[in-house]
C-alpha cells in the first residue's frame, strides 16, 4: 500500500508543482521585474557594473520555474504520500479524504506559514549577498521547528481526544502548537535587510504571491491526492 500511496503522492505533486508555477508567474512575476528593475537602478547609481545573466529571465520565468516547481511538488507529494501512510486510521476518523485535508492543511501551516510569518519572502534587491547562508540557515531552522511544534500537537490533541472529545482535544493541539511555534519564533533571531527606499506595496505584493503560491501548492497537493485515493474501504483492503 505504501508504495502506491507514494505514486499518488507524487503524482498529486507534479500537478500541483504545475499550477502552484502558473500562479507565481502570474502574480510574483511582475513584482519580480519591478524589483529588479529597482536593483539595477540602484546598481546604476551606485557606479556598479551590471552583474552577468548566467541563466536567462525568459528562462528564468518560463520553463525554469515550471520545471523546477513539478519537481519540487514531485518530491513534496511523495512525502506527502508517506505522512498520509503513517496518518491513515490515526487521524481523519478513517476517511482518507478528511486524513489528506488535514495533513494538507498542517503542512501548509508548519512548513509554509509560520516559517514566513518569521522569516519572510523577499524579493531581489533584498538581502547582502554574505549573509545569504545564515538567513538560509534560519529560515530552515524555523521551519523544523515549526513541524516539531505540528507533531507535538498533533500528538498531544490525539491523546486527549481520547479522554475529553474531539474539540477539546484539537483546541488544545492548536494551542500546543501556536505556543510551541511562537516560543520558537520569539528566541531565533530577527533579519531586516530591506533597504530604507524600498517600495512597501511591492515587498508586500510579492511576499503574498509567495505565500499564495505555497497556498495554491498544498491545497492542490491535497484535493489532488484526496482524488486519486480510493475510499476506505479499499484502502483498508490493500493493507
Known amino acids: 500500500m505504501v508504495g502506491s500511496l507514494l505514486l499518488r ?14 500562479f507565481g508567474a502570474l502574480a510574483g512575476e511582475p513584482s519580480i521585474e519591478r524589483a529588479i528593475a529597482y536593483e539595477s537602478a540602484a546598481a546604476q547609481a551606485a557606479g556598479e557594473p551590471p552583474e552577468p545573466e548566467i541563466v536567462s529571465r525568459d528562462v528564468q520565468r518560463g520553463p525554469g520555474l515550471f520545471a ?33 485535508a488535514l495533513l494538507a492543511t498542517a503542512g501548509f501551516v508548519a512548513l509554509a506559514l509560520a516559517p ?15 549573509t545569504i547562508g545564515a538567513r538560509t540557515a534560519l529560515f530552515f531552522i524555523m521551519m523544523f521547528a515549526s513541524l516539531t511544534a505540528m507533531i507535538l500537537a498533533a500528538a498531544t490533541g490525539r491523546n486527549l481526544a481520547a479522554r475529553f472529545g474531539a474539540w477539546r482535544g484539537a483546541l488544545t493541539g492548536v494551542v500546543v502548537f501556536v505556543t510551541a511555534a511562537l ?30 503560491t505555497q497556498a495554491v501548492l498544498w491545497s492542490a497537493i491535497g484535493f489532488g491526492f484526496a482524488l486519486l485515493t480510493p475510499t476506505a474501504r479499499h484502502l483498508s483492503a490493500s493493507d
Open 116 to 130: 514566513a510569518l518569521k522569516y519572510p519572502a523577499n524579493p531581489p534587491a533584498i538581502g547582502a549577498a554574505d
Open 9 to 22: 503522492g507524487m503524482l498529486a505533486g507534479l500537478l500541483a508543482g504545475l499550477l502552484a508555477a502558473a
Open 68 to 100: 523546477a516547481a513539478m519537481v519540487y511538488g514531485a518530491a513534496l507529494g511523495g512525502f506527502f504520500g508517506l505522512a498520509f501512510a503513517f496518518a491513515h486510521g490515526r487521524i481523519g476518523g478513517g476517511d482518507p479524504r478528511a486524513v489528506a
Open 183 to 212: 516560543f520558537a519564533g520569539v528566541l531565533l533571531p530577527s533579519v531586516n535587510e530591506v533597504p530604507a527606499d524600498f517600495p512597501a506595496d511591492l515587498l508586500w505584493r510579492f511576499r503574498l504571491a509567495s505565500l499564495g
